[in-house]
């Protein structure tokens, strides 16, 4: 019955049609969230070919175990060990395939409020998308080598910089509107005041424990100045705009102004430090025995780092799931509204724990127009729930950075999936620029208010 169940759960997220050959012990689901998931299913089984391109084991073992494996590759004219089929330009050519999949998407999607009408493709015919990301990443592979490559590689970083935008935007957004939600219970219960005071508290822990755990673990008394010069510099960022954020002339204009927000902008710059820190290249040096030894690293992650496979295979799992994760959520249309720069009216704000959602638990935006079907909440009867064009917008430029991402952004040459979180100088700078970024889109909101006093600001 269990496996019945499964099979059951998976025609569901097909389409309508295979939910009716469903078992009744299969749970319901909304039209429009199956979509979004068969997506994002189509996004992670290119990102595992991607890294299964960039790996150095895989390709020794189908050297090892596939049979007459050069008279293959010859065959195929993938070179004489496949060697066109492996490395960070099959992973251009294959992200190649798949970004122009989600841009034809956004571009025959644009502007469509109705999941009716010719152009309204974005539900259903799966194998056939299918079909389509294959030929896609398939034909990729047919285009002129050094000219492409040297080009694509710009397109890449250009749209793996905008996709870290998005997410820096919509983080700042989420810390305002937490703040003016919680505020805005203050009025009728006093306890909100306390839920406020603590919830800061923790983040200004963990933001200040943060600091001076990487202060010690990752500096020492001789050496290490990078490390104490990027500790200073984002400390002081973080003790800025938490300055900036109750000032008496921000908090003129912007009353919902507060601590909370430049304590969640705290954490997460505690947490870029931390990853950035963590993707240096490790420098070696010679102790007084004349032996390598390796510093400004914690001495108990060390030992971790020996072990390739462990590292490899539970960092490059967490990475992908973030950038999931970081698809979906930001593909949302309260998110979409959030970089129009439309808010709901203070006035309207019911506060509540899990602000992201409605009252019964649901999100907002797919409580309207919802019409049930045998397995099938039909969601979208009167019009679509979220933006179709920039849903995939924002797959495109999830395709642009994971490309980056995997083949290390400007050291693409020397990248493979083995040695992906032993540290690279690219990797680094990309993290700290992300951080850096994040202050400034936060102390943006801060002050602009002031710099244009005649104009409405919503945060």
């Known amino acids: 019955m269990s496996a019945q169940c499964c099979a059951g759960q998976l025609a569901c997220c097909c389409g309508s049609a295979g939910c009716s050959l469903c078992c009744d012990c299969c749970p319901k689901i909304r039209q429009s969230r199956s979509t979004r998931f068969m997506y994002a299913l189509y996004f992670i089984l290119v990102v595992l070919l991607c890294c299964i391109m960039m790996s150095k084991t ?83 592979f047919f285009i002129p080598d050094q000219t492409f490559l040297n080009a694509w590689r ?45 919830v800061t508290l923790v983040m200004y822990s963990i933001a200040t424990g943060g600091l001076i755990l990487m202060a010690v673990f990752y500096t020492q008394k001789d050496g290490c100045l990078e490390n104490k010069i990027l500790l200073g510099l984002n400390g002081g960022l973080c003790l800025l705009i938490s300055v900036v954020a109750i000032s008496p002339c921000v908090q003129n204009r912007q009353p919902h102004s507060g601590l909370l927000q430049s304590g969640l902008i705290s954490c997460y710059v505690t947490y870029l430090t ?26 108990f992650g060390q030992d971790l780092y020996r072990d390739e496979n462990l590292v490899t295979g539970l960092g490059t799992t967490l990475l992908f799931v973030c950038i999931l994760y970081s698809c979906l959520t930001s593909t949302t249309r309260s998110s979409s509204d959030a970089l129009q720069g439309r808010y709901a009216a203070p006035e309207l704000e019911v506060a509540r724990c899990c602000f992201c959602f409605g009252p019964d638990g649901e999100d907002t935006e797919e409580q309207q127009n919802v019409k049930e079907g045998p397995r099938v909440i039909y969601d979208e009867k009167r019009g679509t729930v979220y933006s179709y064009s920039y849903f995939h917008f924002v797959f495109f430029l999830a395709s642009l950075y994971v490309m980056m991402t995997v083949t290390s952004w400007f050291n693409y040459e020397s990248a493979n999936i083995e040695t992906f979180f032993s540290g690279s100088w690219s990797i680094f700078w990309v993290k700290m620029a992300s951080c850096w970024m994040c202050v400034l889109l936060y102390l943006g909101t801060l002050v602009a208010p002031l710099c244009c006093p005649s104009r409405q600001f919503s945060v």
């Open 58 to 140: 895989v390709a020794n073992e189908m050297k090892e175990h596939i049979p007459f494996y050069e008279d293959i590759c010859k065959g195929i004219k993938a070179g004489d060990t496949c060697e066109k089929l492996v490395g960070y330009s099959a992973v251009y050519r294959v992200c190649f395939g798949m970004a122009c999949f989600f841009f034809i998407f956004c571009l025959l999607t644009l502007k469509i409020n109705s999941s009716k009408g010719c152009r309204a493709i974005h539900n259903g015919f799966w194998f056939f998308k299918l079909l389509l990301l294959g030929a896609m990443c398939s034909g990729a």
């Open 154 to 198: 710009y397109v890449g970083a250009v749209g793996g910089f905008i996709f870290i935008g998005i997410q820096l935007i919509l983080l700042v957004e989420f810390a305002h509107k937490w703040n003016k939600n919680w505020t805005a219970g203050t009025a009728t219960n006093k306890l909100w005041y306390a839920a406020l005071a603590l």
């Open 274 to 299: 931390f990853s950035a820190l963590s993707s240096k290249p490790v420098e070696v040096v010679l102790d007084e025995h004349g032996k390598n030894v390796t510093i400004c690293v914690p001495e």
